[in-house]
């Protein structure tokens, strides 16, 4: 009972300061550096300690102190209750995510089963769809409770986008999971041990498919209409500042690791390394001994696995300094009369060649 209350702990705090400490912070650099190199430009270079500017790594800190030190702003006739629950409805759900999705494999170690997930749900999948709905609650909140026609408008665009993109999101996933007959995270990241089984290659058309609705998901460009600083200032958080500010910020950012480890887990092998078993890791690491072993298959793992969610993060990025912006009805008919039949004929051809398989 000890040993298990210490596990559950140390995989919490091992997500949350990867979130939290690492992620969160460093793909406010990412973002400024990534586009400074794609446009041809120098990117965050100022903030130094000692004259020492390390690729401008110091800014994540000079902006963490500017935003404790910011005015907390509530505009005049703007509802405080709700202007102050909408950023963490929008930052709750992208942390509590990583709850159910793993990021290593099960190992025994001095007699203890290790299974690296937080929380291994039999409905792992449908979790993480309820908590994303959540976050739409969030932007609407933050767009109608700050009295703004500029936030408002944003927030009835998030609504219709996101809102649309979750049924079209909900379905692009049904071929995988008709593949590996499991709503449950850690059994398909399991069943992907062999390289040819990763559900990229099961389920090519699936992978695209729910790739563009979790970008449109997030609301990162080119599906960034709810924000669309050239139309609506900055949308649906125009009337924020401060910490609530970072929150939408910091919600944006992590949904992205998010979006990055449920693609890894779906489609791209999990913690797997291409051709190599887990018990073929063991093995090469027997000269440590049986627990040594498992903790260093365990680190490699760990490492593969946030290797694999990091290019898609970068990924992302790049998309995001890549491509325009598409207009509102461009992004609606993307969705309904695109996606959403390609998905219904994935599941339909998927259906069938599980049927003629199974005879």
Request: hydrophobic share 55%; with cysteine; glycine share 8%.
């Amino acid at each position: 009972m000890v040993a298990d209350l210490i596990e559950s702990v140390a995989k919490i705090l091992f997500i949350f300061s990867v979130n939290l400490g690492f992620f969160a912070p460093i793909l406010g650099w990412v973002e400024r550096k990534q586009s400074a190199v794609m446009q041809d430009r120098i990117g965050a270079n100022r903030a130094n300690i000692g004259g020492f500017t390390v690729l401008g790594l110091f800014h994540p800190i000079a902006d963490a102190i500017k935003v404790l030190t910011k005015e907390d702003f509530i505009p005049a006739g703007a509802n405080k209750f709700f202007h102050t629950l909408a950023p963490f409805i929008c930052l709750v759900p992208a942390i509590v995510t990583f709850s159910v999705i793993p990021f290593g494999g099960r190992y025994q170690l001095f007699g203890h089963h290790v299974n690296l997930v937080i929380a291994d749900l039999d409905v792992g999948i449908l979790f993480v769809f309820a908590l994303t709905s959540l976050a739409t609650y969030g932007v609407v909140l933050s767009g109608w409770s700050s009295r703004s026609n500029w936030s408002l408008l944003g927030g009835l665009r998030a609504s219709a986008q996101m809102l649309s993109y979750e049924v079209a999101m909900g379905l692009t996933i049904i071929g995988i999971i008709m593949v590996f007959g499991s709503l449950k995270l850690t059994d398909i990241g399991a069943m992907q041990e062999n390289f040819l089984h990763w559900g990229i290659f099961l389920q090519p058309l699936g992978f695209i498919l729910f790739f563009t609705c979790a970008v449109a998901e997030n609301k990162r460009a080119p599906f960034d209409i709810p924000e669309a600083e050239s139309e609506l200032v900055a949308g649906y958080f125009t009337e924020y500042s401060g910490l609530k500010f970072v929150m939408f910020w910091m919600g944006e950012f992590l949904e992205i690791v998010a979006i990055s480890g449920i693609l890894t887990t779906l489609f791209f092998g999990a913690w797997h390394i291409p051709f190599v078993t887990d018990q073929r890791l063991l093995s090469l690491f027997q000269f440590a001994g049986p627990n040594g072993a498992a903790v260093l298959a365990m680190l490699v793992g760990i490492a593969t696995f946030f290797a694999k969610v990091i290019f898609f993060i970068w990924l992302q990025m790049t998309i995001r300094w890549t491509l325009p912006r598409f207009r509102y009805d461009q992004v609606m008919r993307l969705c309904w009369k695109m996606i959403l039949p390609l998905s219904l004929i994935n599941i339909t051809i998927t259906g069938l060649v599980l049927l003629l398989w199974i005879k």
